[in-house]
């Protein structure tokens, strides 16, 4: 049965108020439209967890959506702080978790293998054990020196977004791969969102880049354009420009919402927000198509 849904019905359905919500994606396909739809659907009370939370955390702080944020290094990457999150964390308007990257990565894979915990090497991070009394050094069983421990995370909802995927599930990314695949086994709910929706044929004719499979999916949604401002390697490209405007306007919150009202609020889904960007941000952002080479997978 197909699990292909609206994007605006898979956040009604399977993000509720107070649920941990975990956006993956490194660096790109990140999955800004997800994070929009949740804004605009005034989801409240929410836990946002996320290795680099990257600006959709920064937007949906200032909308209200969040009372905790749970994360590795905050910041606008290459330009500088999370001006709201940061913000709202010194005020003390917002609860806060942090953790090495490998830390929550770490996190996630406990919470995916079913563990309570896992084991780390120590790291230069020391001043994080003393500021999250969640980092913990126990004795190494077997003689060695003291390892570090961190526990599961299972968030309630996991949002991946991909290249592409079948009706059911089956997504297939390529460029550079995060913590989606953790993000997704060690969650209660997925929501996948895709830059194209393909025949289960696709999917199988290369079965390694299955990093996520149906069964751990719960609703499907095609979203081209989903990350822009990031990227999804072989679509579009990062949008540096807006990255250094966000630094500009998240200074000031009257700025902060006339950009929710005019890109979020103003907008009734992805498909209006990537029209009303504009042609020439569609032909600044356009790649070149630059094909791997053909394997052969043999014949059955």
């Known amino acids: 049965m197909s699990k292909l849904i609206p994007l605006k019905k898979a956040i009604a359905d399977y993000v509720?108020?107070?649920?941990?919500v975990y956006a993956a994606g490194f660096t790109h396909l990140i999955p800004f439209a997800a994070g929009h739809e949740i804004i605009r659907q005034g989801k409240k009370n929410l836990t946002l967890a996320r290795a680099t939370p990257d600006l959709i955390y920064d937007q949906m702080v200032a909308a209200g959506c969040a009372k905790k944020v749970i994360f590795s290094y905050m910041g606008n990457p290459g330009v500088g702080s999370l001006r709201v999150v940061r913000g709202a964390i010194e005020r003390g308007e917002l609860e806060w978790e942090e953790y090495s990257h490998f830390g929550m990565i770490t996190r996630l894979q406990a919470g995916a293998s079913g563990l309570p915990f896992l084991p780390m090497n120590q790291t230069?991070?020391?001043?994080?054990?003393?500021?999250n009394p969640r980092i913990k050094r126990i004795p190494d069983p077997f003689g060695g020196k003291d390892v570090i421990v961190v526990p599961a995370l299972n968030p309630d909802v996991a949002i991946v977004h991909v290249q592409r995927a079948d009706k059911n599930g089956n997504a297939h990314l390529?460029?550079?791969?995060?913590?989606?695949?953790e993000a997704a086994f060690?969650?209660?709910?997925?929501?996948?969102?895709?830059?194209?929706?393909?025949?289960?044929?696709?999917?199988?004719?290369?079965?390694?880049?299955?990093?996520?499979?149906?069964?751990?999916?719960?609703?499907?949604?095609h979203v081209p354009f989903a990350s822009h401002?990031?990227?999804?390697?072989?679509?579009?490209?990062?949008?540096?420009?807006?990255?250094?405007?966000?630094?500009?306007?998240?200074?000031?919150?009257?700025?902060?919402?006339?950009?929710?009202?005019?890109?979020?609020?103003?907008?009734?889904?992805?498909?209006?927000?990537?029209?009303?960007?504009?042609?020439?941000?569609?032909?600044?952002?356009?790649?070149?198509?630059?094909?791997?080479?053909r394997i052969n997978y043999g014949k059955y």
């Open 124 to 131: 230069g991070a020391e001043d994080l054990e003393t500021v």
């Open 229 to 293: 401002p990031s990227y999804s390697q072989g679509y579009y490209d990062r949008d540096n420009e807006f990255y250094l405007a966000w630094d500009k306007i998240s200074e000031s919150k009257e700025l902060t919402q006339k950009y929710l009202d005019e890109w979020v609020f103003g907008v009734i889904d992805r498909n209006a927000y990537w029209k009303k960007l504009g042609e020439k941000a569609h032909k600044r952002l356009k790649v070149k198509a630059q094909y791997s080479d």
């Open 174 to 181: 390529w460029g550079i791969i995060g913590e989606q695949k």
């Open 16 to 20: 509720t108020d107070g649920d941990v």
């Open 186 to 221: 060690a969650s209660k709910k997925v929501i996948l969102t895709a830059e194209e929706i393909v025949d289960e044929s696709v999917i199988r004719s290369d079965p390694n880049r299955t990093m996520i499979p149906g069964i751990v999916v719960s609703a499907v949604c």
